[in-house]
């Protein structure tokens, strides 16, 4: 019996030693970007429409009912409005997708290429105004419907949200740059 015990813990102890350690499965990949942080390349912008989605102020008005101590009457026209910003807004918030993806840089630094790439931004920063002002006027449009106490507290979110999709952009406008 004890020498079946003594055989038994020969073999099983070096495979449990083995995978404590747990070292040898890492890939070549992992150590590199370990060794040399992420990869320096630019991958372009980070943005996506449905970021822009979740900054609509008619969702943000939604959200915050109970904080603006809303009406049914007044939470029914905001959810009303909502789908139409958004049938509104779709060929934009299609355009940033189309267009980001086009800022994806190829790696090659031709002439043609930046041209594209600089043509690319400039139409992407045209959609956003586009959207921001849709998303300005439908805020504006949202608000009258409110009382004097609802519009001040309103307004106090809608700037803080504007200032949180500043911030939204310029982060995820970046470019992927480390």
Do not use: C, W
């Not at 004890?2 to 099983?12: G, I, Y």
């Not at 958004?86 to 980001?100: H, I, Q």
Request: charged fraction near 35%; proline fraction near 4%; hydrophobic fraction near 35%.
């Amino acid at each position: 019996m004890s020498r079946r015990l003594l055989l038994v813990a020969l073999l099983v102890l070096p495979s449990l030693a083995a995978g404590q350690r747990g070292g040898g499965t890492r890939s070549q990949a992992d150590k590199r970007t370990e060794l040399f942080g992420k990869d320096s390349m630019p991958k372009g912008p980070s943005l996506r429409a449905r970021d822009l989605e979740d900054q609509s102020p008619l969702k943000l008005l939604i959200d915050k009912r109970k904080d603006l101590k809303l009406t049914d009457a007044q939470l029914s026209t905001l959810k009303d409005a909502e789908p139409k910003l958004k049938e509104t807004d779709a060929p934009l918030l299609k355009a940033v997708d189309s267009l980001v993806h086009e800022l994806r840089p190829s790696g090659n630094s031709s002439a043609e290429e930046r041209t594209r790439l600089r043509d690319a931004r400039v139409s992407l920063m045209t959609v956003l105004v586009a959207i921001r002002t849709s998303y300005d006027e439908a805020g504006k449009a949202a608000i009258t419907s409110l009382d004097a106490d609802q519009q001040s507290k309103a307004k106090d979110l809608l700037a803080k949200q504007q200032q949180e999709t500043e911030k939204l952009l310029s982060e995820r406008m970046g470019g992927g740059r480390p």
